[in-house]
């Protein structure tokens, strides 16, 4: 069962393959990479349809806690066809509806898909760290704009550079204490580790978590990198970056910092709960107050984005099994929502060539389309019942409720959030529905798409590629809301084996045959 | 079948409205009335006992194994459902007609989808179903509300804000009491709530704020009060009876969920009480009395006639939530007889204001005038419709208001009695200023060739008429039902039968009421047959106190006395602000924005962002010392 | 059944309602033209202006005028109905909630009527007049409710009957204050002067009586008529404890009237904003601490 | 002489001087700079966690196999540095690209606030 390597392996080989068939984008090139994504697509789901044992593959037969093992278990290979089926739709659209773009875009796609898959299966602290640089690196490149200012992306660089050195930095003092790279290992020595040696070492790794997550004081970068990259990238990066570097976080949080347990009183082991928790309320209110004020359609998208990961980890942070699924529905559901939204926002910025929503009034006129999915992304982001969000939102209540103050503080906050963000996206997709005399805009941009030779943009239909990818996200967000039975298995079966003070959980397999017996209470003899 | 009757009444509209989606203007008004009528039908046919409660698993374990959705048919929920779908089928003929070429506002796929969720909202027997059906409610009207007119949807936000921010804080209470009892079944956490309240615990009060938060925004009551004159007179015209008569019954429907049950089962000594009435219910009180007060005050000071009507109906909620306050039998039989009547006169009232301007494309009543030449059967509905809205006797509105009152008396509420005799006044103020600006005065010549309504449009006016009078007539026609939702709430029954009704401090039979008004109608007409010859003369040949019109050139426009019509009792108020609450709201709103706005650029510039990443980074090892 | 025999009274009372009302209004007259060192018109003048209205020709402006002409006065007589006679009312039930509300039907039926005949002057009058009811309506709401709150009824026959076996207990003495706001209030109901603005002749031409002519001067006349037994029997069953025979009744109605029409009679006009102030604070004030203290707290 | 201080502070120091290098201009070639030094401190850090008092090069070969209790130092953070090293050429060669974008576009490698009007075409 070792299929599941196929989704590192298989895309860096066809990325590095690909330059050969030229650096010009022919039809050639283009239907090699969307063939991977299609088939490791299909691969998933496939894996997906049987049952999925939660198994360890040991990489290179060093067997652990020496070598590197990917673990994988239903919810994580969920995410990495997600990741797929987004990535598949979001090249598609940009080969169809996006600016010419040379083969090195897809190969960036490819390499970014290697790396989320990786750091999602990942079961090694610093191949962890190596996966998270080259999804970097990958979004970097992918998001810097060809023409214009690059300042956006030159501060997105400069945020990532910053937080891989603390992280790297964090791994260095976290590995100089435990002498170990493997996660659970590292869970298991957690205890024993000095005072200091924990919360420097934690504080940098998570440093670097929360500047992918876009998470408030760290998320200076993402409004305007959001706005200047193409909407396909918006999709990647909201949808895949957000989602493995929340996956990652949560896994690095439930095994070596044990879970944050629950928020007070703090046991021992430094918890850092109650300090994201209010990290995350921060992110969540005022990123859903940026977006009532933001003017700028993908700007917009931007916060949302924010608000929700720091709703994410809110959850996270929280720690009782209810948030945990929580968390993982709201990934989901975000990383679907989130993508269908950009799709409209991106056949509405190639129609009207302006960002700001004010200007797409009237569009859903010529594509009531656009109406249609923007409504549903909204509500799935939302979390407006029926829909997948909702699934989140209502065990997070349950989950938070149940924490004293803390919690019940952040279920105000979550209502005051959701009410303005849903006003916020409401708007725009009324906006999209309104009577506007088109013509007036129209007008124009005949002039400019000619002029700028764009592809070839036909105003009335929307490519194949907008409806194929949107349909097939939306097919993924009302099976999820209508009847998410697979889902909320795997999210418990995941969030059990993640849980520190389970019984020896199938996580531990891959270690426990080498590491030293244990006494009754679990304290490992010397 | 019956098993599935519940499920289909919530599934099928919404799965119709899909389909309406694609059909042309014509088929899809119809398909709403066809479902409209249907479920009228249904509902009027079937009885509250004999309905199975459906219950269907979702594999989501938020709680206990399954997510359970149950729908069951209780009396209340028969009672509100029945009214309600009688009215939805009148406003929905009317629709049909309404939204011709010229007027289609294209919303009959969400209209159908609403019916659907708002009969769900009934329906929910567990707290899961009622937040679904509820939010989706909201989302839908926030759409219909905008339909497609940017100005419309900015108005339509003050009220979706409101419910949304209720619902989910109702979301938050339902799962407040399920941590502690194991389950969203609103019995089983009315029996919880109960306990609580009556055993003093301290986190009853904060579950109940936060179901009454829900129910308090969707009702307009006092500090929720503004957002029914934005919703109401900017919504499609043929929406806004639908909007006005039923969707903000809603509110009142979840008071009597969660009000009524808790506190009426609680002993008497458990909850300390003013006056004869537990403290929370005595609070209600005198909020609906203000509502009241406040609605009539900015209903006489508006010119547009869809506002004034809005604010009529606050006020009648102020009405409906100071009877329901009364804590007596007799208060909460007078609560749903008033929201019945209600829900007639101010469908009655709406359509007649939507068809007026559906001729004219009037909406300022300064603008109308002396339509009832034109417009005869239009006039006579919304004559007898303010008649019942003032509460004057033969007609329906009395019935309810007098026993209002009796319920008030009962407890020796008398300053909430006199507020509502205040509002009642004042109610009889504005809906005289909006039949005159309308039906009578001068016609200007804009309005010469309108012709009456067609005839489909009129059946709805006509069944108002009827309706009106016959519950006029005999009040037992909704009585009896009332009765039976007092029996399944274990309140003993209201003393009446079909005509005469028995309240606590006198009786009145409604059948001499009515014929005696007729014999004295009689009379003054063989009064006036007796009297001499009257010869019709034309409108604008009247007595201008000796002075020649023409040289002021005279046109029936200008001779139109309709504009600021209470002149002096706006100079009487001028001191108090009566705008406050939506300034207040507004200022918050515009607060919000702004702090969003300081974030959303705050972080922009180059220089500040190098330092959030220090910043964060001390932040974060603070916080590591710290725990 | 019982409507059917009840008839003939409703007959006899409506004429009873009408003729004594012009009879006030005779008296009336006449008093105030004693006051003002005048002879003044014979106290049967009414009847006779009543008949010759009937007899003139008239003008109308379309069928909503006829309309509320005859709705306004059918409103009044059905009021009268349920106001106590003696101790009695044809329909046997004399609840002041009913009458406080058909009393209303009055003001639509000539409102509606009155500005359906399309001069501006008729709906500012009515404007007027509906504004001093906002004004006058609650005190005396205020002070009934007090009645209610002491008698436990809130049927006028019961209120009567409290306070039979001469004037000692006669709510005149018991509810002092009282009485005095629903004096007041009762000023400004049958619109006597100082309240008299709603058919202020010199500023709009006698208000909501512009249009009138002929038969419907003549029913606009039975109107004030039937108002004026209608709103003195409502202050006599009130305060002054009914009555065993017609006469001392009648009595009573008289004594009541010409108190007011005194006042009438030396009083100025008020601008209307300061008629409502006027009410609410004088009225107003005095009632509030009526039922306050009858009801001893909120 | 015991070398662990010296190396200990000298990581240190590097890692200070990126930290004040990125703080103190605006420039995009000072902060490529700055990262580029603050990755080498920590590559120079990571090395040194590796490091056992007496422990020789790790390579076994016939006469050090069997040494003492810990004969070797720990030879992981030294491949954990190769691997930084590699990933920091990547990240900087990608921030020279941007930074002749940024030239290109702006003449000049001061990064300021982002241009509000800057087109957005897709």
Request: proline share 5%; glycine share 10%.
């Amino acid at each position: 069962m070792s299929a599941a390597v196929a989704f590192i392996a298989a895309p860096l080989a066809a990325a590095f393959l690909l330059p050969l068939l030229g650096t010009r984008p022919t039809w050639g090139t283009r239907a090699a990479s969307l063939l991977t994504l299609g088939a490791l697509f299909a691969l998933g789901a496939w894996m997906l349809a049987g049952p999925v044992p939660p198994h360890v593959i040991v990489l290179g037969g060093w067997r652990a806690p020496f070598g590197i093992s990917l673990y994988v278990d239903a919810s994580s290979l969920m995410l990495v066809t997600l990741f797929e089926l987004l990535a598949l739709a979001a090249l598609w659209f940009q080969h169809q509806h996006g600016q010419e773009k040379p083969v090195s875009f897809d190969v960036l796609v490819l390499v970014l898909m290697a790396a989320g898959a990786g750091a999602v299966l990942t079961q090694d602290l610093f191949n962890l760290f190596v996966f998270l640089e080259i999804a970097t690196v990958a979004a970097l490149a992918l998001s810097a704009p060809q023409t214009g200012s690059p300042r956006g992306v030159i501060r997105y660089w400069l945020f990532s550079a910053v937080s891989g050195a603390a992280m790297l930095l964090g791994i260095a003092i976290l590995y100089s204490g435990a002498g170990t790279l493997n996660l659970v290992d590292l869970g298991a020595r957690w205890g024993r580790l000095a005072e200091p040696v924990r919360w420097l070492s934690g504080v940098l790794i998570l440093l670097g978590f929360l500047v992918k997550m876009e998470i408030m004081p760290f998320h200076g970068w993402a409004p305007a990198t959001y706005r200047r990259a193409p909407s396909s990238v918006g999709l990647l990066l909201s949808g895949v970056v957000t989602g493995l570097a929340a996956f990652s976080a949560w896994k690095f949080f439930a095994l070596v910092l044990r879970g944050g347990t629950s928020l007070p009183p703090v046991s021992g082991v430094f918890s850092f709960s109650q300090a994201l928790f209010g990290l995350g309320a921060l992110t969540l209110i005022l990123g859903a107050l940026a977006m009532l004020a933001e003017k700028d359609g993908k700007r917009l998208l931007a916060f949302s984005t924010i608000s929700q990961m720091g709703l994410v980890l809110m959850a996270l942070a929280l720690g009782n099994p209810r948030a945990v699924r929580g968390a993982l529905f709201l990934v989901f559901s975000h990383a679907l929502g989130k993508s269908l939204l950009f799709l409209v926002a991106g056949i509405a910025v190639s129609r009207t060539r302006r960002s700001e929503w004010g200007a797409w009034r009237g569009l859903g006129q010529s594509s009531r389309s656009l109406v249609w999915f923007w409504f549903l992304g909204t509500a799935t982001v939302v979390g407006l019942p029926l829909v997948p969000g909702f699934w989140g939102k209502l065990s997070f209540v349950g989950g938070a409720l149940g924490m004293g103050m803390w919690g019940k503080a952040g279920v105000a906050l979550l209502i005051a959030a959701t009410v303005a963000e849903s006003v916020a996206l409401l708007r725009v997709g009324h906006g999209l529905w309104e009577h506007a005399d088109l013509r007036k805009r129209s007008g124009d941009v005949d002039e400019t798409s000619a002029a700028a030779g764009a592809a070839p943009a036909c105003k009335a239909c929307a490519g194949v590629s907008y409806w194929a990818g949107a349909l097939a996200i939306s097919a993924g967000i009302l099976w999820m809301g209508l009847w998410p039975a697979t889902f909320t298995r795997a999210f418990a079966d995941t969030a059990a084996a993640y849980a520190g003070d389970q019984p020896v959980s199938v996580v531990r397999t891959s270690t426990d045959a080498f590491a030293p017996r244990r006494d009754g209470q679990g304290q490992v003899k010397p | 079948m019956t098993k599935y009757l519940l499920p289909a009444l919530v599934i099928l509209p919404p799965v119709l409205g899909l389909l309406a989606a694609f059909l042309p203007r014509l088929l899809r008004w119809l398909l709403l009335f066809l479902t409209a009528l249907a479920t009228a039908t249904v509902l009027v046919a079937v009885r509250p006992g004999e309905m199975m409660p459906f219950s269907a698993a979702l594999p989501v374990d938020a709680l206990g194994p399954a997510l359970g959705l149950h729908l069951a048919l209780t009396p209340t929920a028969w009672f509100f459902l029945v009214m309600s779908s009688l009215a939805t089928a009148s406003f929905t003929l009317f629709s049909l007609v309404f939204n011709d070429e010229r007027h289609d506002s294209g919303i009959a796929p969400l209209y159908l989808a609403l019916l659907g969720f708002g009969s769900g909202v009934f329906l929910a027997a567990d707290w899961i179903t009622f937040f679904v059906c509820w939010e989706l409610a909201s989302v839908l009207t926030l759409i219909i509300v905008g339909h497609r007119r940017g100005h419309a949807f900015s108005a339509g936000l003050w009220y979706f804000a409101l419910s949304a921010l209720g619902s989910l804080s109702l979301l938050a209470g339902a799962w407040w009491i399920a941590l502690h009892n194991g389950s969203f079944r609103i019995d089983d956490s009315l029996v919880t709530l109960t306990g609580w309240v009556a055993s003093g615990r301290a986190a009853a009060w904060p579950v109940l704020g936060l179901f009454s938060l829900a129910f308090l925004t969707k009702a307009a009551l006092f500090p929720f009060h503004m957002w029914p004159a934005f919703a109401h007179a900017e919504a499609p015209d043929d929406f806004s009876p639908f909007l006005s008569g039923v969707l903000i019954k809603y509110g009142i429907y979840g008071l009597f969920v969660v009000w009524v049950p808790v506190f009426f089962h609680t002993p008497e000594g458990a909850v300390r009480t003013i006056s004869g009435i537990p403290w929370p219910l005595y609070i209600l009180g005198w909020v609906s009395a203000l509502t009241a007060v406040v609605g009539t005050l900015m209903a006489i000071f508006t010119n547009d006639a869809k506002r004034l009507l809005a604010w009529s109906t606050v006020a009648n909620l102020g009405y409906i939530g100071t009877a329901l306050s009364a804590h007596s039998v007799l208060g909460t039989a007078a609560a749903l007889f008033h929201l019945a009547n209600h829900m007639v006169f101010k469908g009655a009232m709406f359509t007649t204001v939507a068809a007026v301007k559906w001729r004219t494309g009037e909406r300022e009543m300064h603008r109308m005038g002396g339509l009832a030449l034109r417009m005869p059967l239009t006039f006579m509905t919304f004559l007898l419709a303010i008649i019942a809205a003032a509460g004057i006797p033969p007609m329906s509105g009395f019935a309810s208001k007098w026993m209002i009152f009796q319920a008030l008396f009962e407890k020796q509420l008398v300053f909430q009695a006199t507020a509502l005799f205040f509002a009642s006044t004042g109610a009889f103020l504005y809906l005289y200023r909006a039949l005159h600006s309308i039906f009578l005065g001068q016609l200007s010549t804009r309005h010469e060739h309108v012709r009456e309504v067609p005839f489909l449009m009129a059946l709805p006016m006509v069944a108002f008429m009827l309706a009106l009078m016959a519950v006029g007539f005999a009040p037992g026609l909704i009585l009896k039902p009332v009765n039976w939702v007092l029996a399944s709430h274990g309140l003993d029954a209201v003393r009446s039968n079909w005509t005469i009704v028995v309240g606590a401090t006198a009786h009145i039979d409604f059948a001499t009421l009515f014929g005696v008004f007729g014999f004295a109608a009689a009379l003054v007409f063989l009064f006036f047959v007796l009297g001499g010859r009257r010869t019709k003369v034309p409108m604008m040949d009247n007595y201008t106190s000796g002075e020649d019109p023409a040289d002021w050139g005279l046109t029936p426009e200008r001779y139109q006395y309709a504009y600021a019509f209470y002149q002096p009792i706006r100079v009487l108020f001028s001191r108090i602000p009566l705008g406050a609450t939506e300034a207040l709201f507004a200022r918050v709103a515009r607060a919000l924005v702004r702090t969003g706005s300081l974030v959303a650029d705050g972080f922009a510039s180059a220089a500040f962002s190098t330092w959030s990443i220090l910043l964060g980074a001390a932040l974060l090892i603070l916080f590591g010392v710290l725990s | 059944m019982r409507f059917l025999n009840m008839l003939p009274q409703l007959l006899g009372v409506s004429f009873l309602a009408m003729g004594l009302g012009l009879l006030l209004m005779g008296l009336g007259r006449q008093f105030t033209a004693r006051l003002q060192r005048r002879v003044g018109p014979p106290f049967y003048q009414a009847y006779l202006d009543v008949l010759k209205c009937f007899s003139k020709t008239s003008i109308t402006h379309g069928f909503v005028m006829d309309l509320g002409t005859i709705m306004s006065l059918a409103g009044l007589i059905a009021t009268a109905y349920y106001v106590p006679f003696v101790q009695w009312t044809p329909t046997g039930s004399g609840s002041l909630v009913i009458i406080l509300y058909l009393m209303t039907i009055g003001y639509l039926g000539m409102a509606m009527g009155v500005s359906a005949s399309g001069n501006p002057q008729a709906p500012l009058g009515i404007a007027r007049a509906l504004a001093l009811m906002f004004g006058y309506k609650v005190p005396l709401v205020m002070v009934i409710l007090a009645m209610i709150v002491v008698t436990g009824s809130s049927d006028l026959l019961a209120i009567a009957n409290a306070q039979q076996g001469g004037p000692s207990n006669w709510f005149l003495l018991k509810f002092p204050i009282g009485f005095v706001a629903v004096e007041i209030a009762f000023q400004a109901m049958i619109g006597e002067r100082p309240y008299d603005m709603m058919i202020a002749p010199a500023e709009i031409a006698s208000g909501p009586m512009v249009e009138l002519s002929g038969k419907y001067l003549g029913l606009a006349f039975l109107l004030h008529s039937v108002q004026l037994y209608v709103e003195t029997a409502l202050i006599v069953n009130l305060f002054l404890g009914g009555a065993a025979n017609p006469a001392t009744f009648f009595g009573k109605q008289v004594l009541v009237y010409l108190t007011s029409m005194a006042v009438n009679a030396v009083m100025a006009r008020y601008r209307i904003e300061q008629g409502i102030a006027h009410l609410w604070k004088w009225a107003g004030s005095l009632a509030f601490i009526q039922l306050l203290t009858t009801k001893g707290g909120f | 002489m015991n070398v662990v201080p010296i190396v200990a502070i000298s990581a240190l120091l590097l890692f200070g001087i990126g930290l004040y290098g990125l703080w103190s201009g605006r420039n995009v070639l000072r902060w490529i700079l700055a990262v580029g030094l603050m990755e080498t401190g920590i590559n120079v850090f990571l090395v040194l966690t590796g490091w056992r008092p007496g422990g020789a090069v790790p390579i076994i070969t016939g006469a050090f196999s069997t040494r003492g209790p810990s004969p070797f130092i720990d030879p992981v953070p030294s491949a954990l540095v190769l691997t930084s090293i590699v990933i920091g050429l990547g990240t900087t060669t990608l921030a020279l690209a941007l930074a002749v974008l940024h030239a290109r576009a702006h003449g000049d490698l001061e990064c300021g606030d982002d241009p509000e009007n800057a087109e957005v075409l897709e």
